[in-house]
């Protein structure tokens, strides 16, 4: 069984910053990408951003130079750092992850969501 925890949404005011965190835990053999992905009332889920087990890095339009993606160096943890906040940026944001639970079987993975309101 795998699990993962998404932690750090709230209310915050335009102009702001949050730091979304999400842990994965359960029976992993290895996680590949990680990513975080959001998604407003009234609209389809869109991807954030991700990163690789390398550490490389995609983002959409709206989340470059804004937002930060990381990963700890177990790698098992990722992080979303959120600057210059706008009132659009409020969603439920999810966490997803590809992860190989024995050597032959993978799968996608997601968190419950944590929301993230701006506005003043």
């Known amino acids: 069984q795998v699990q993962l925890v998404e932690s750090g949404g709230g209310l915050v005011q335009p102009g702001g910053s949050l730091r979304l965190s999400c842990a994965a835990s359960?029976?992993?053999?290895?996680?590949?990408?990680m990513g975080w992905y959001s998604q407003a009332p009234g609209k389809e889920r869109e991807l954030v951003a991700t990163i690789t087990s390398t550490g490389s890095t995609n983002y959409a339009n709206f989340a470059k130079g804004r937002f930060t993606i990381s990963r700890d160096n177990a790698g098992n943890t990722v992080y979303l750092q959120m600057d210059s906040l706008k009132p659009e940026d409020t969603a439920v944001y999810y966490c997803?992850?590809?992860?190989?639970?024995?050597?032959?079987?993978?799968?996608?993975?997601w968190g419950r969501g944590t929301q993230v309101t701006v506005s003043s």
């Open positions: 997803n992850a590809n992860i190989r639970t024995t050597l032959v079987s993978r799968a996608d993975y």
């Open positions: 359960g029976s992993i053999f290895r996680i590949n990408v």
